[in-house]
């Protein structure tokens, strides 16, 4: 920085000047009043701040004394640069006295090399201390807008007083090359902004308005910038290194970047520094000082350099970490229902927590499975582990569940099956898993249990029961036989289906949890009342709210049922023999069912359809067949028969006698279906009633 004459009579006795005031922000704030010199005003030290360390700033050479703390001046002793043959031309600000290290060379007239003495040494060393502390508070961010937000405040006000923050849109993530035109959009801004009693302090924008439009002293800027191929900005973002808004490459460059008819202060307090990831180029930086400052030096280069490496390495790092998470939510969400069913006679919510933010996948998984009859199977099952691979394991477990739901099996055959795809997946692949199957016709429900911790069943009249199924071996041990046990499943009742990670800790073992749980759903269950369960939706936030500060060290999967049921009066059931005269009567049946539930307009559809499906059962069928129908907001007709090949629509030629039945439950029908059993099969269809 350019040094500046100070006439003799000008010069003040110095004195000890109290140590710098601590900033409330943490840092230390240095400062002082500059010497007037004709026709220069006083130039105010750079604030310290927001670097997070306690260092000088790369200008506090200025607010250092030029002599000894507590140093009076002699008036009979001559001035340094008097003595050096300068006629008083410059000020010594080293602050060498005659006698000390450095001041022969004054007195004899020969100059020191530029740059050389104290303090140019601690203008160096200034800057080091600031480099350091600004390149950790920008590496401590984790995601983009943390690091971003980390250069800006490491910089102004300490290096800079504005600071605009330019990264290609999109940024690439990897190895991916990027197509299309190169756009630079304003990321983030900060500058310094006046409060009250003049003092400043750094105001951050996020960069989704014009920048600096408060202080047209220093630049307004455009929000957007497409960088034109072969054009001056291209060139110095080519070039890496940054260059001061006066080099010959910056003039064209900086009006590009920021718009036309904008400008940046001129000379060298604007800085314009590309920032270079591992492979390219992914942004710009802006630095900038007002006039009334001091302007950068050809040091604060490198300084400018240093940071906007750091900051593009972290960007970097931020993008490809950006896009592992985004990974692991995807596979994780796309593994997980991502709506449950409606059944009939079951109402369902479920609920799923990681582990941690960092820690985004697991094995942890929940599931439900509408099944032939109205039935429904609930699934909720834990494969070990936080990695990626556990979260595959688990999409392969519950795809290998559905298919075998589909089936129809039992409860402990799914987890027979279950143990076996485990096995073929690898030696040390284990996984807990509760299978479940509940008929709203019925009111009974069926559980199978591989090693998982009990469901818990809350009563209408507020009694929380740890049910006591068989444990089982985990699923992967292999070699073990699972059992099933059928309970009553009364109407208004709640089933709990979890992980461990809601009831296991390091701070409490699996029992006491299950425990606390139950105690949790108990006095839930009480402030609805005896008569009235509680609303399932809160009953789950309930449930998580009872975790504490240390509870959450696993996955937390959460599967919740309120059995409705379906009443007997609803439900009408026959067997008929496969004669020839099995279709009639299926459809007097049919008809006096409608009667007794006031549903005569659908006497018509139902009869015909009735009429076409019964037909085909009796056709192929050796045992009696199943017709039953279902009054819920629905009517639902189900014909089942002992022939396991499932019928498949297909279009009938006109000289065909048949193969019209099925053409015509697809058009009448609201939906249909067919569900192949161990013993044979069903074919189902709904109507609509009001």
């Known amino acids: 920085m350019t040094e500046h004459s100070i006439p003799d009579e000008g010069r003040q006795p110095r004195a000890a000047r109290p140590p710098a005031p601590a900033d409330p922000r943490g840092a230390l704030v240095r400062a002082r009043k500059a010497r007037d010199t004709p026709g220069q005003a006083a130039l105010p030290a750079q604030a310290q701040a927001r670097t997070g360390d306690s260092t000088a700033s790369p200008s506090d050479e200025h607010s250092q004394p030029s002599g000894p703390p507590g140093e009076q001046p002699d008036p009979h002793r001559p001035r340094p640069d008097q003595g050096a043959g300068q006629g008083g031309g410059h000020d010594n600000h080293d602050g060498v006295p005659p006698g000390a290290p450095g001041g022969e060379e004054r007195r004899t007239g020969q100059p020191r090399p530029p740059g050389s003495g104290p303090a140019a040494m601690r203008r160096d060393g200034d800057r080091l201390r600031f480099v350091g502390a600004a390149t950790r508070r920008i590496a401590r961010g984790i995601d983009l807008d943390e690091i971003v937000m980390g250069l800006c405040r490491a910089t102004v006000p300490t290096f800079s007083d504005a600071i605009l923050v330019y990264l290609r849109d999109p940024l690439p993530v990897g190895e991916e090359r990027p197509s299309g035109a190169l756009i630079l959009r304003l990321r983030r801004t900060d500058r310094l902004r006046s409060i009250e009693g003049g003092a400043e302090e750094p105001d951050t924008d996020d960069g989704t308005m014009p920048a600096l439009q408060s202080q047209s002293d220093l630049v307004t800027t455009a929000e957007l910038c497409e960088v034109r191929p072969g054009g001056a900005l291209a060139e110095v973002l080519r070039g890496v290194r940054p260059v001061f808004a006066d080099a010959p490459a910056a003039r064209a460059a900086l009006p590009e970047l920021l718009g036309e008819g904008r400008t940046a202060p ?62 692991a939510d995807e596979l994780q969400r796309t593994m997980l229902p991502e709506t449950l069913p409606r059944p009939t006679g079951v109402r369902l919510a479920s609920r799923y927590l990681p582990a941690a933010e960092t820690a985004r996948v697991g094995g942890d998984w929940y599931d439900a499975i509408p099944l032939p009859g109205s039935r429904v199977a609930l699934v909720v099952g834990d494969v070990m582990g936080h990695s990626m691979t556990s979260a595959a394991i688990m999409g392969q477990l519950r795809t290998t569940a559905q298919t075998l739901a589909g089936l129809d099996l039992p409860p402990q055959e799914v987890l027979h099956h279950l143990d076996e795809q485990a096995q073929r997946l690898g030696s040390d692949r284990m996984a807990t898993c509760l299978y479940a199957v509940y008929d709203p016709v019925a009111h ?28 089982g071996a985990p699923i992967g041990v292999g070699g073990v036989d699972f059992e099933a046990v059928e309970l009553d499943a009364p109407a208004g009742a709640t089933l709990l289906l979890y992980t461990d990670g809601l009831v296991e ?50 996955d937390i999967a959460l599967l919740a049922a309120r059995f409705d049921g379906i009443a007997p009066s609803d439900v009408a059931y026959w ?116």
């Open 266 to 327: 001129a000379g060298q307090r604007t800085i314009l520094a590309p920032l270079r990831g591992r492979r390219r180029v992914i942004g710009a930086a802006v630095f900038l000082r007002r006039a009334d400052r001091p302007a950068f030096e050809a040091d604060d280069l490198l300084v400018a350099a240093q940071l906007a490496t750091h900051s593009a390495l972290g960007i970097d790092k931020a993008v490809l970490y950006g896009r592992e998470a985004y990974i």
């Open 444 to 471: 009974r429900i069926t559980i199978a249990n591989a090693g998982h911790p009990p469901p818990v069943l809350l009563h209408l009249g507020g009694r929380a029961e740890v049910l006591r199924v068989p444990p």
């Open 505 to 554: 800790s390091r701070l409490r073992d699996v029992w006491t949890g299950i425990e606390q749980l139950r105690e949790r759903l108990a006095a839930t269950a009480q402030l609805t009342g005896p008569d009235h369960p509680p609303p399932l939706e809160a009953l789950c936030d309930d449930v998580l709210d009872m975790l504490g500060p240390g509870d959450r060290d696993d």
């Open 575 to 690: 067997y008929l023999e496969p004669e020839d005269a099995t279709p009639a009567r299926a459809r007097r049946l049919a008809r006096s069912a409608l009667e007794r539930w006031g549903l005569q307009e659908l006497t018509d559809s139902l009869e015909l359809l009735v009429s076409e499906v019964v037909t085909n059962a009796v056709r192929y069928a050796s045992r009696p067949v199943t017709l039953r129908l279902l009054r819920t907001d629905v009517l639902r007709c189900e014909v089942g028969d002992d022939v396991p090949q499932l019928p498949r629509l297909r279009q009938a030629r006109a000289t065909d006698e048949g193969g019209r039945g099925l053409y015509l439950v697809n058009k009448l029908a609201r939906r249909w279906g067919a569900t192949r059993l161990s013993t044979g099969k069903v074919v189902w269809f709904e109507l609509n009633h009001s």
